[in-house]
T-cell receptor
């Protein structure tokens, strides 16, 4: 069974500082990995995803994540935080072989606060 | 292009009342999902429908029923609402296939008193 652990329910950074949000997964098969962002009172928006190929994945708004199989990790980074990055971030693993049983399992989320 | 549309956006129910959350997508997706979001719990899958005419239980199906009315619409029904069902509900959809992006609606805030 797949599962996702996000380390740190709340991360606080200063504007311009590095953003690092941690995600570890467990999966019995090669995983499909996702990061979603949720702004207050809104739905979830895809930031980036890893399916196959290059392990460093670039997403929207300057975010990127690296799939490290040996560490079972998919950490999200951004070199320089902006006030508009304040939101909740969810890591997810896609499970199922496709076809009739494909679905996402989510971590519990990390709330990112950006201080001026 | 509306994407995934949910109604209502806000609802207050009394314990024991019933209601249906409606969801429609205009992306011609095969698969649709209902998740609930609770503080500190992330999103948990209630039910999903891989294709028109099929539905399956997710992680937390108790107290809910679903109907895949057609390819576009997937409704979630609470037959006898309980305070434990106070939550934010998200409908989502995707084109069938492992690794495909799942697209979410804006959410429905439900309070059961």
């Amino acid at each position: 069974a797949q599962s996702v652990t996000q380390l740190g329910s709340h991360v606080s950074v200063s504007e311009g500082a590095l953003v690092l949000l941690r995600c570890n997964y467990s999966s019995s098969v090669p995983p499909y990995l996702f990061w979603y962002v949720q702004y207050p009172n809104q739905g979830l928006q895809l930031l980036l995803k890893y399916t196959t190929g290059a392990t460093l994945v670039k997403g929207i708004n300057g975010f990127e994540a690296e799939f490290k199989k040996s560490e079972t990790s998919f950490h999200l980074t951004k070199p320089s935080a902006h006030m508009s990055d304040a939101a909740e971030y969810f890591c997810a693993v896609g499970r199922g072989s496709g076809g009739s049983n494909y679905k996402l399992t989510f971590g519990k989320g990390t709330l990112l606060t950006v201080n001026p | 292009n509306a994407g995934v549309t949910q109604t209502p956006k806000f609802q207050v129910l009394k314990t024991g009342q019933s209601m249906t959350l409606q969801c429609a997508q205009d992306m011609n997706h095969n698969s649709m999902y209902w998740y609930r979001q609770d503080p500190g719990m992330g999103l948990r899958l209630i039910y999903y429908s891989a294709s028109e005419g099929t539905t399956d239980k997710g992680e937390v199906p108790n107290g809910y029923n679903v109907s895949r009315l057609n390819k576009r619409e997937f409704s979630l029904r609470l037959e006898s609402a309980a305070p434990s069902q106070t939550s934010v509900y998200f409908c989502a959809s995707t084109q069938q296939g492992a690794g495909n992006t799942i697209y979410f609606g804006e959410g429905s805030w439900l309070t059961v008193v």
